[in-house]
């Protein structure tokens, strides 16, 4: 529908407009004549507009022709084609202005979506690993890179390949130039190709990569375009070469190693979700996307988290990546990998929710086993400790049952005599209750430490008794061997916030290599002391040895690393050690300036809140 409209040339107001002219912008007819076009134009465009008109009026040209917003009788607007031709007399003089008007609003509408359609397809390529590339070849020129990629693997951006159109072969190393030069030819020939070769980055560093091309025709059969990836597979070339022998493996290279991609339109609550989706979704391929059935899917224990993380998401915090598990309709629970954002764009201001997924079980699977295995080392490391002091544990129990055993045998003889001694039974009775309660504290320290810790709940506990049940494994063989076994004052009332068994591990561990490294020693002497820094704890274990040398300050946290003796120790205490204190959000550290060997535990007297 066109409208037309007779302009005055001086004051550029509407003379006369036919009912087209006058419907498109909400008026009548009779309405709109007198009004000024320049009123009627949006007022970012009316300098733009006058310019224009302005040419026309003034003879520099006959016809313009301008695409403008221009405001409706109700307050909006519309986006129209104004073409303004001035109309002579018959001497040839201008005598007014035609104007041609046009609703293109629908145009502009499907031009938005064009623009939202690419920007959600230049981010979700952004989140791909592999550099993606597009070459116009009716304009024989680079059109498109994916910036994050090709900066990640180059260290080059994506504009300087796009203005310099040599760079493409100038990065390529030298050696393998005619390689690449070759994959244009097969291009034309076969319509795809792939090959690796090297590439030089900015400052000479070589990098391997593989690359695979392919063109695409237009309706007339000619190459419109020519497209491709290049992936880096410096670190394992082999396997990825392997990638070229199927495009189904390449595929699912490009979409960045089995990631799923997703769209939601938060107006509409329509969604999109790629086949590799639906293919970790257990779903075939046709199943239509519906975020009611997906969170359906989502396990019981972790559908609030998840419903917590998506209300973040779509309110535009950046929480980075989440897992959680589903269930598939064939009752398969997988782990999932997360990452999403609002993208908005336009006239859109409710945007749309883009994201990827990746299958992590197997992965999960993997750390759940170096957790075991983890676990089996604290163990192992913990029982090497008990192993160290049981000589002495040994004597300690067998020093009170001599003695039970010694009472009890007055008890006995005393009734063979039958005589009835009260005060001696009951001092006999005493002494035997007090030793066996020493047998019992020995024997429940043991078999606290004994069990696994790494799962119990922190626990506020003094930190006096944690230090008095870990001496009393030690007492005995430090006694044993002639090592002064020294404890600072504690503060009866100083509390910690801890996993008491694991804590006490920890002293545990320091004082067997206390012991191992003095024995020998003419000056033999270990202390413990405790330190109160305000928020904070200072633990240390003191020996008299002469400390360790800088060289072996750096190696001997790494597990399975140790300085004693062939058969002694398994090399896991201090590693063991240093995770536990690390878990406790502490530290464990050296400290070579007493003279004197000196481990030092700084931890914090209360855990953080979750």
């Not at 302005?54 to 016809?63: A, F, L, N, S």
């Not at 269930?327 to 994201?355: C, F, M």
């Not at 010694?406 to 006999?428: P, Y």
Request: charged share 25%; proline share 4%.
């Amino acid at each position: 529908m066109l409208g037309l409209a007779q302009l005055d040339l001086q004051s550029r107001c509407i003379v006369w407009a036919n009912s087209a002219f006058a419907s498109i912008l909400g008026y009548t007819p009779s309405e709109i004549a007198g009004m000024s076009v320049l009123d009627l134009t949006h007022p970012e465009e009316r300098p733009l507009t006058q310019a224009r008109l302005t040419e026309v009026r003034q003879g520099q040209m006959t016809t313009a022709s301008v695409e403008r917003r221009y405001r409706r009788k109700d307050g909006t607007y519309v986006w129209v084609n104004l073409t303004a031709t001035i109309v002579r007399d018959n001497e040839g003089a201008p005598a007014h202005l035609l104007g041609v008007m046009q609703d293109i609003s629908e145009r502009k509408r499907q031009e938005l979506e064009v623009r939202q359609s690419e920007s959600r397809l230049h981010t979700i390529l952004d989140t791909v690993q592999d550099v993606v590339w597009s070459f116009s070849a009716t304009e024989y020129r680079l059109i498109y890179m994916n910036s994050s990629a090709t900066e990640r693997l180059y260290h080059r951006s994506a504009q300087e390949f796009l203005t310099n159109p040599d760079l493409w072969m100038e990065v390529v190393h030298p050696d393998d130039r005619d390689i690449v030069a070759r994959i244009w030819e097969r291009l034309a020939l076969f319509g795809t190709t792939e090959d690796n070769y090297r590439i030089l980055r900015p400052h000479g560093e070589v990098r391997w990569v593989h690359a695979r091309a392919w063109m695409t025709k237009g309706p007339d059969g000619n190459p419109i375009r020519f497209e491709g990836v290049v992936r880096d597979v410096h670190e394992n070339k082999a396997a990825e070469i392997a990638l070229r022998e199927s495009e189904t493996k390449l595929r699912l290279a490009m979409e960045a190693g089995k990631v799923g991609m997703w769209e939601l339109n938060l107006a509409t609550n329509e969604g999109i979700w790629s086949k590799v989706l639906k293919d970790i979704l257990g779903l075939p391929e046709n199943f239509p996307p519906a975020p009611g059935e997906f969170l359906k899917m989502i396990h019981p224990d972790d559908l609030q988290k998840v419903s917590i993380d998506s209300q973040k998401i779509r309110d535009g915090e950046q929480i980075g990546q989440t897992s959680f598990r589903i269930v598939r309709p064939d009752g398969a629970i997988r782990w999932l990998q997360h990452i999403g954002k609002v993208v908005r764009v336009g006239d859109n201001e409710s945007g749309n929710l883009i994201g990827a997924m990746v299958d992590i079980t197997e992965a999960k699977a993997i750390q759940q086993t170096i957790e075991a295995q983890k676990a089996k080392m604290i163990a192992a490391s913990k029982m090497s400790a008990l192993g160290e002091m049981a000589g002495g544990l040994a004597h300690e129990i067998n020093n009170p049952i001599a003695i039970i055993h010694g009472n009890a045998a007055m008890l006995k003889n005393l009734a063979s005599q039958r005589k009835v001694a009260f005060d001696e039974i009951s001092k006999t009775a005493e002494i035997i209750e007090t030793t066996a309660e020493r047998i019992s504290k020995i024997t429940r320290s043991l078999r606290s430490f004994a069990r696994e810790a790494d799962r119990d709940p922190f626990e506020e506990i003094f930190m006096k008794s944690v230090v008095d049940e870990t001496a009393e494994f030690c007492r005995e063989r430090f006694r044993g061997h002639g090592i002064e076994f020294l404890i600072g004052e504690i503060d009866p009332d100083l509390k910690i916030e801890c996993r008491p068994v694991q804590l006490s591990q920890v002293l545990l561990n320091l004082l067997n290599n206390a012991h191992d490294a003095v024995e020998k020693l003419k000056d033999r002497w270990i202390r413990i002391s405790i330190a109160d820094l305000g928020e904070r704890l200072e633990i240390s274990v003191e020996d008299s040895g002469s400390g360790i040398s800088g060289d072996l300050g750096d190696r001997i946290f790494q597990p399975f690393f140790t300085t004693k003796e062939v058969g002694k120790g398994t090399g896991l205490g201090l590693s063991v050690a240093k995770g536990i204190v690390e878990s406790h959000r502490g530290q464990l550290s050296i400290d070579s300036s007493k003279g004197h060997t000196r481990f030092v535990v700084n931890v914090p007297k209360r855990q953080p809140k979750k």
